[in-house]
């Protein structure tokens, strides 16, 4: 069946990108915070142990693994405008009864669950239509950059957030601090309400199912989308890990206190940021795809120093091996996100993005499941010396695969008869 996308006139307004970056910015920077008050809260408030502490974390992604694919389907049917402001006030929502149910003296675990869950749904829909939005408002040639400078401001939020949290937290209670997520979601919201509505209508007489599949069988069978879809979800099977057992490592076995673990986790964003920085001149230096090998293993060393030592030696190699992670995966994502909306055709690009984020982010709540249930048993050390392990998968994807012939991935001319080819 043919399938085609109505597009209105390209976007001449001027500054619909920054207006775009803006709300992303003010979303990203409160989630940061509530990324160290929402577990702080499950630790501090509620004595959350080690396998609550997994299930909240995986209830934060688990959304993947039950809409993940049909919400490229939905995203090509809705405004994107309106689907993005929709799942952030539903994110404010749930963040907000935090504070509320905790002064009545209803606050459980299973109300973080709840709200982790909800976030979780509304994250799903928000990405895919945000990924979907961007290649409609920038030209092809600043994809690249782009996408670098919106990896570099999460990453800035990522450093100056999760300090700003552990301090909030030390000074006001995990349980105030929350309140600032609820108000960045309500202000992303407003500055998206400014923008110009853009999305397409499905047209041709294919179902659900059969958009689906066409997009699952895209990436699947793409010789190199296909490679970088399952590196990105061995990352996040290790990323999963880690955030189920980084506060239970931090606060139980290092004994730290809660500023100290914000500026650990907040480390992360100096690894983040560089790589952002760095993912342009990486790639015009090596190729795009020996980047990709390059990053993949520079991730697993990283993930390897993440556990080592003890006293404030452990607390040097958590941060160096953080920064180390981080900026291997951030030449991932930037690198093979960009490839993604070159390559992919414009009508199958909401739902490639979803088939890749619906494997690769559904291996987050999995790998905080197993992390959390791993860590009771073997402590949070232990556990994360066993992820550093799993994460040679991610490199070893590429190596096995026809990126590892290649210098830029663009290089790659794969046969269209092959990856459009029916299973029959």
């Avoid at 749904?121 to 920038?138: K, S």
């Avoid at 990486?282 to 390059?294: F, K, N």
């Amino acid at each position: 069946m043919e399938l085609t996308m109505e597009r209105q006139p390209d976007l001449s307004k001027r500054g619909v990108f920054w207006t775009w970056w803006a709300a992303g910015t003010a979303s990203g920077a409160g989630s940061a915070v509530g990324a160290v008050a929402l577990p702080l809260t499950a630790l501090t408030v509620l004595d959350a142990g080690p396998f609550e502490m997994g299930l909240i974390a995986a209830a934060g992604y688990v959304a993947w693994l039950v809409i993940g694919l049909p919400a490229g389907v939905l995203v090509q049917r809705l405004p994107l405008r309106g689907a993005q402001i929709g799942a952030d006030l539903a994110r404010a929502a749930a963040v907000g009864s935090v504070p509320l149910a905790w002064w009545f003296g209803w606050l459980s675990v299973a109300q973080l669950v709840v709200v982790a869950l909800v976030i979780s749904f509304a994250n799903v829909i928000f990405d895919v239509a945000n990924a979907t939005f961007l290649p409609e408002i920038v030209e092809r040639e600043q994809l690249q950059a782009r996408n670098s400078l919106v990896s570099a401001t999460h990453a800035t939020t990522q450093l100056g957030g999760p300090s700003a949290g552990g301090l909030f937290v030390q000074l006001l209670g995990p349980v105030v601090t929350v309140l600032v997520d609820a108000v960045s979601y309500l202000v992303s919201a407003a500055l998206l309400r400014t923008l110009p509505a853009r999305g397409g209508r499905v047209r041709g007489h294919q179902g659900q199912k059969g958009l689906i599949r066409e997009g699952w069988r895209f990436v699947v069978r793409h010789p190199v989308m296909g490679p970088g879809m399952w590196t990105a979800t061995a990352v996040n099977f290790v990323c999963g890990a880690q955030l189920a057992v980084y506060p239970l490592y931090l606060v139980r076995e290092l004994h730290a206190p809660a500023a100290l673990v914000g500026f650990l986790l907040a480390v992360e964003g100096i690894g983040s940021l560089v790589g952002a920085a760095l993912t342009p001149r990486i790639t015009r230096r090596l190729g795009s795809a020996r980047a990709l090998v390059w990053a993949g293993f520079t991730a697993v060393a990283g993930a390897a120093l993440i556990p080592a030592g003890t006293g404030w030696v452990a607390y040097a190699a958590f941060a160096a091996g953080n920064v180390v992670f981080a900026g291997g995966v951030v030449v991932l994502s930037v690198t093979t996100r960009t490839y993604r909306q070159i390559a992919s055709p414009p009508q199958l690009l909401p739902r490639v993005m979803a088939t890749v984020r619906f494997v690769s982010w559904g291996a987050i709540p999995v790998g905080g499941l197993v992390a959390g249930a791993l860590a009771g048993p073997l402590g949070g050390r232990v556990t994360l010396w066993l992820f550093a392990a799993a994460v040679l998968a991610a490199p070893l994807a590429l190596v096995l695969s026809p990126v590892r012939r290649l210098r830029e991935l663009t290089d790659f001319q794969p046969d269209r008869r092959t990856i459009d080819a029916d299973d029959d």
